[in-house]
DNA sequence: TTAGGGTTAG
């Protein structure tokens, strides 16, 4: 792909940009200025130093000329100037105070507006039906609540309260504050409406997210034999977009057409604006190409529209374009919706260097584009950059909060993610169902049984639980902590399933080894009438994969291509190559990789080196690991793997060339720790741990345990070697792994005959795995395992994984 | 001198 243009391809400018003065915040909240803030534009203050020198003689507020000259400082927002001369004029009329209003407003400054309005009351000058309109729009720009009711009051009280441009610049205040009942209320009691009234309804239904509302508003409105007037079709259109009503909108596409609104650029970049968010690109492309001059508004309603509708190269090519060929300047907003496309593309470099294009044009701080930006970082695999992003903010909301969370969720950064989590609790911000979203999953990795019921209440009492995708987040969280029952009930009483929602279910049977009902499941939703996508094939495959079921597993990755018209993409050659690895086939396993049309990724190695590892092909796994160290220095698991496969061959020089070999990487074993489910508490263990206070009772128990099953002083029987080997070399004793003394310690704390539940956050090893089969014989209790991939239900001295996992 | 409008984040 070409760069883009070269303001934003200045790639060392950025890398020379600093982000901040000091340390690079940790977790904790530290909030650092960047070094490079522009400085804000000083707003003009009400006392009057620097004056222009304006001879005494002019200060007559009478006088026409004072009259002038404080308007065109005014209208040309040299508020300074209009200030200092304001300042001197003795006794200002209200025509002058409103002035002063007006050119407030007009310029941004609504605190000041406020300010003056206060200050014109301290000196009894009466605030007439020209101030009002000013002072109501100040409020509602600053969402200040309370300064609008008072400001109500006031006219209520003088009697402004029916004047018809205050009306309707409340209904507008009101409508921004969220209280559109009411703005309704105030509409319906007005003694007269006029067009810009109901304009004023069409828009602020708008304000509150209702299109469908502010489309029956403006029919009503024609009902009643109003014209609607270039205002009401750009509100109208925002409601089409709001409600995807594309036929809708393509009407008032036509009435624009008939009633001559079509050169008015606005409306134009409403249409555009309409047509890619209801997806009609081309329509938007077409009138585009139409306008003669744009502006940047315009630009960046194409921009956006290119990325929302998933074409990031052309959003980024557009970019390129209002600099070179219509020498337009980006905006915030531009940096905004040309992010996405960044993100898309995991276009990391794309995306820093519109960070650092945003940090040179003194765009931030900047809330909605710092959250873009971490939503950038985020994508493209960079969340440390996401949380630099994050720390260095002035200023966080839900929404930002939200992004990192999904940030953290999206890069696995699972501990992160609750961390952050727990935080957002602490804070005065409340979590919504986005929230909620982006969190299951970290809980569905980490959490215990007792913390995803935790979750599942917390969400269920705030009623996020009705949101559909909220749901599937539950499912698949409850499935993944061990209770298929609740993850079922869940999917079943979810009242608009979606395909997610099936293929999530398919799934959790997946992972908890039930292929058959998984299978019959996937057919269930096709008489349902939902299309199985990309995904659902995934979720099918991998039943197949873990349930063994080899001969389907062909026959529904065959039908892909041929019943679905879905091309076989990577996560589904995957699943194929644990199909032929669980068979023993290894070699046409390895054929099939290097004839599949796609380049393989270490995930695939992966899946041929655990086959390698399960049929003991030591050659194959060396061959595997290769491969996968190829794509990925810092595979932790795939040095792990090779080491205990040389361990189990007593090939410990291997082992020591495989240790230094981490070691020079800087690599670190992941510390496997296993948590156990009781009644009223869940406990977590770690290889060896002793820290437990029932510590004596669990060894001696282990001690029994191993004596029943014959491995006392463990000699694997999958290995020559003994407890002294391992000492030797410094390996953990198979007989201490977590996973053998949570299960003790569940032995002892739980009742007889009750079920064990275990979650691991590793593989189980194969030690542990044939240990935890002959514990479930000898103590005849059934023994549940949820490892990093799958679920092992151990009962009567077999596993549901069949031995392949 | 007064009211209403287009492009922004999870």
Not at 5 to 15: D, M, W, Y
Not at 623 to 631: G, K, P, T, W
């Amino acid at each position: 792909m070409a760069a883009p243009a070269q303001t934003f391809c200045n790639l060392n400018a950025f890398e020379n940009v600093s982000w901040g003065r000091g340390q690079v915040p940790n977790g904790n909240a530290v909030r650092k200025r960047y070094i490079l803030i522009k400085q804000r534009s000083s707003k003009p203050t009400l006392n009057n130093s620097n004056r222009p020198k304006i001879r005494s003689s002019l200060v007559s507020p009478h006088d026409l000329s004072v009259t002038r000259t404080l308007c065109s400082y005014v209208d040309s927002g040299c508020m300074h100037k209009a200030m200092a001369l304001f300042e001197i004029a003795k006794n200002p009329d209200p025509f002058l105070w409103n002035i002063m209003i007006r050119g407030y407003t007009d310029n941004g400054f609504y605190e000041e507006v406020i300010e003056i309005y206060y200050r014109m009351q301290f000196a009894r000058v009466r605030a007439d039906n020209f101030t009002f309109p000013f002072l109501i729009k100040s409020c509602a720009a600053l969402s200040s609540c309370v300064e609008g009711l008072k400001v109500h009051s006031r006219l209520i009280k003088i009697g402004l309260d029916s004047d018809i441009f205050i009306c309707n610049s409340l209904i507008v205040m009101y409508a921004k504050f969220g209280y559109i009942e009411c703005a309704e209320r105030l509409f319906e009691e007005m003694p007269m409406t006029d067009l810009v009234s109901w304009n004023c309804m069409i828009s602020g239904y708008i304000s509150v997210g209702d299109g469908r509302m502010s489309l029956l508003c403006f029919q009503e409105m024609q009902a009643l034999g109003f014209y609607p007037d270039r205002f009401g079709i750009i509100s109208a259109l925002a409601a089409c977009s709001l409600e995807n009503n594309t036929q809708r909108g393509k009407e008032i596409h036509c009435y624009v057409v008939k009633c001559m609104h079509e050169m008015n650029l606005m409306v134009q970049t409403s249409l555009i604006d309409m047509y890619c968010k209801c997806g009609g690109l081309d329509m938007a492309e077409r009138l585009f190409d139409r306008i003669y001059s744009r502006n940047v508004v315009t630009w960046n309603a194409m921009i956006g529209g290119y990325a929302r509708n998933t074409h990031p190269l052309k959003a980024l090519s557009s970019l390129m374009k209002m600099q070179d060929a219509d020498n337009m300047k980006p905006d915030v907003i531009t940096m905004v919706n040309s992010l996405p496309a960044c993100a898309q593309l995991e276009g990391l470099l794309y995306g820093k260097s519109i960070h650092g294009f945003a940090i040179r044009q003194g765009f931030l701080p900047h809330l909605v584009l710092e959250t873009s930006l971490l939503d950038m970082y985020g994508s493209c695999g960079k969340p440390k950059l996401a949380e630099r992003v994050f720390y260095l903010m002035n200023d966080r909301n839900l929404t930002s909060w939200n992004a990192m969370a999904g940030a953290y969720a999206h890069n696995g950064w699972n501990i992160e993610a609750l961390k952050l989590f727990k935080d957002l609790q602490k804070s005065f911000l409340k979590p919504d169902a986005v929230t909620v979203t982006s969190i299951l999953p970290a809980y569905a990795e980490l959490a215990s049984l007792r913390e995803g019921r935790q979750i599942h209440g917390y969400i269920t009492k705030l009623e996020y639980g009705l949101n559909t995708f909220v749901s599937n987040s539950i499912i698949y969280m409850n499935a993944k902590c061990g209770d298929l029952c609740t993850a079922r009930e869940v999917f079943d009483s979810v009242a608009s399933k979606d395909v997610i929602s099936w293929n999530t279910i398919i799934m959790a049977y997946a992972i908890h080894g039930c292929g058959i009902i998984a299978l019959e499941l996937f057919s269930e939703m096709q008489e349902k009438g939902f299309e199985p996508n990309r995904s659902t094939f995934v979720s099918v495959l991998s039943s197949c994969s873990i349930a063994g079921l080899v001969d389907e597993g062909w026959e529904y990755f065959n039908s892909m291509k041929r019943d679905y018209n879905i091309d076989p993409g990577i996560e589904h050659y995957g699943c194929m190559v644990d199909l032929l690895g669980r068979i023993g086939n290894l070699e046409a396993a390895k054929r099939f990789i290097k004839e599949m049309p796609l380049v393989p990724t270490a995930r695939i190695w992966g899946s041929l080196l655990t086959a390698s590892r399960n049929h003991g092909n030591i050659e194959l796994a060396e061959f595997a690991s290769e491969q996968i160290l190829r794509l990925e220095h810092s595979n932790v698991g795939c040095y792990i793997l090779l080491a205990n496969m040389y361990a189990e061959a007593g090939r410990w020089e291997d082992v020591e060339r495989l240790k230094s070999l981490m070691e020079e990487e800087g690599l670190q074993k992941t510390i496997g720790y296993s948590m156990v489910e009781l009644k009223s508490r869940t406990c977590c263990f770690v290889d060896g741990d002793r820290s437990h206070s029932e510590t004596n009772t669990i060894y001696d128990v282990l001690d029994v345990v191993l004596r029943q099953i014959g491995e006392h002083n463990y000699i694997s029987s999958a290995s020559r070697f003994s407890a002294v080997d391992y000492r030797k070399k410094k390996i953990g004793l198979p007989g201490y792994h977590s996973v053998r003394l949570a299960i003790c310690f569940g032995l002892i704390s739980t009742a007889v005959g009750t079920p064990i539940l275990l979650r691991n956050n590793v593989r189980m090893c194969k030690d542990c795995h044939g240990a935890a089969k002959l514990i479930s014989k000898v103590t005849r209790r059934e023994i549940i395992v949820g490892d990093a991939r799958i679920y092992h239900y151990f009962r009567d001295g077999y596993c549901s994984c069949g031995d392949y996992w």
